[in-house]
């Protein structure tokens, strides 16, 4: 190979995950000549409209994957939690890296945490799981939809007299925003997107190649929470278009992992908790979403 090519979204986050896989590569392959391209995605181009509107999670990744399809790019880099849980034919995820914190967390316009804001306040998040989670605990609050990438967001804040929004720390960290953040939300609270922070890299399935050089830099146990994770968003379905949270950890070779939904019309909430052996991850994610899905009465 004499070049790799890799395909990402445009937005400062985007670039900064696209050159952290780069960074990895070029520790094991110094030699590598690597090229960086921006495809604009249809969530990049529409950033007002409501996700769950327009399609869910593949609004981010679509374009990126045909050109990937095409072989315009040899790879492409995406924050995996935007990705569905089914691939195009011919795609997979041929590893990924260390997962950041995958915790949500709260930036305040003034300092004070959503306990401190006595359950009221206008709160802004663009995501249908935050939502319903932040109402549950807080149901007097006014939470406000919003759009747009890290930067934008957080400008949101004072140009819509928001107390505050919500977001996942893995962006803030990677982009060195860090000191932004207000409070860490509980997982028990505020229980994560299925894999969010986790950095997914993508390529096509017959480019033996490729494949061979990104699995160099595959993070183990992280490929094994994500395998666990999709398989759960899988069997229970819907993307990111209801209040769905997974959240899975691997230690020693054991999985635990709790997961939520809430029902916003009937007002109620069905949570699990998950222990398994790490080498049945797949099975067992998927095993995870059936029993929250009985206990929710889907």
Known sequence: MTKLRIGTRGSRLALCQARLVETELRAVFPSLEMEITKIKTSGDINSEEDISRMGGKGI?????????????????????????????????????????????????????????????????????????????????????????????RLKKIFSEDLDGIVLAAAGLNRLGLSERITQHLAQDDMVPAPCQGIIAIECRE??????????SITHPDTETVAVFERSFLETFGGDCQIPLGCCALVHLGKISAHSVFIDMEEKTVSRNTWKCDSEKASAEGSLMAKDLMKRAGL
Do not use: C, Y
């Open 206 to 215: 017959d480019d033996t190649e490729t494949r061979n050089l990104i699995s």
């Open 60 to 152: 981010f990744v679509k374009e990126i994957e045909q050109s990937l399809l095409s072989d315009e790019i040899d790879i492409a880099v995406h924050s995996m939690k935007d990705m569905p849980s089914v691939l195009p034919d011919g795609l997979i995820i041929g590893s990924v890296l260390k997962r950041e914190d995958s915790r949500d967390v709260f930036v305040s316009a003034d300092g004070r945490t959503l306990e401190q804001l006595g359950g009221k306040g206008r709160v802004g998040t663009g995501s249908i799981r935050r939502r319903a989670q932040l109402l549950f605990r807080f149901p007097n609050l006014e939470v406000v939809p919003i759009r747009g990438n890290v930067d934008t």
